[in-house]
């Protein structure tokens, strides 16, 4: 079963405007993280936001917010006031926790949304 | 400060080739990871490593070999490489507690 799920493969905004990119999840473990990446078109992987299961307010970065709801299993990330710039593609990752308590930090991800903002 | 470091960045291979692919990193962290990027899927990690002379499987570890030598770097070798093998390579290190990865560049990797 998919642990966490993009369903948007592509999505459009104009400049300035706000997006939302949804990801949700699954997962049994009371204890998790949630991140977002950005990957650009040069590739490299840069990490947006992080979300605890046990943080009780949404993460915020900047003009990058997670709208966390844990009910719904769902970690979606909004971007205010969009940048040419952020033309790009979007990953939602979930950490779990071993059995043990321990995950040593591995990531699982999933197939990304790509953003496109216009002029 | 690099940071994390992968060599080479691309790689041109024909089936049964052998390679190793380096990933360095001077933040003194104790984890390491190797995932592979291919089209659609999003990154699975491949091998992983939580100090200096450990190794374990991630999710796609068959093909791939890892080292992890000294604290600093953490090789991914493939003994005979295959076409499905062509993909992205990404490395990444954190340390315990900060929940930040901080990934290479990554290397491209095509096997004929």
């Known amino acids: 079963a998919q642990k966490i799920t993009q369903t948007q493969p592509g999505m459009f905004v104009q400049e300035k405007e706000a997006v939302t990119l949804d990801c949700t999840y699954d997962t049994s473990d009371p204890s998790y993280g949630l991140f977002w990446y950005k990957q650009p078109s040069s590739g490299e992987m840069i990490f947006l936001i992080y979300?605890?299961?046990?943080?009780?307010q949404n993460a915020t970065e900047g003009r990058y917010s997670l709208n966390f709801q844990k009910a719904r299993k769902s970690a979606n990330l909004v971007i205010s006031a969009s940048q040419l710039g952020d033309s790009a593609m979007y990953f939602c990752?979930?950490?779990?926790?071993?059995?043990?308590?321990?995950?040593?930090?591995?990531?699982?991800f999933g197939q990304g949304t790509i953003l496109t903002v216009h002029p | 400060n690099a940071g994390v470091t992968q060599t080479p960045k691309f790689r041109v291979l024909k089936t049964g080739q052998s390679m190793t692919l380096l990933c360095a990193q001077d933040m003194n962290h104790e984890y390491m990871y190797w995932y592979r990027q291919d089209p659609g899927m999003g990154l699975r990690l491949i091998h992983y490593s939580v100090g200096e002379g450990t190794t374990a499987k991630g999710e796609v570890p068959d093909g791939y070999n890892v080292s992890r030598l000294k604290k600093q770097n953490f090789l991914l070798g493939l003994e005979s490489a295959a076409p499905s093998q062509t993909s992205v390579y990404f490395c990444a290190s954190r340390d315990p507690g900060p929940p930040e990865q901080y990934f290479g560049p990554g290397t491209r990797l095509t096997v004929t």
């Open positions: 979300q605890g299961s046990y943080d009780q």
């Open positions: 990752a979930m950490r779990e926790a071993n059995a043990g308590g321990t995950s040593y930090g591995k990531l699982t």
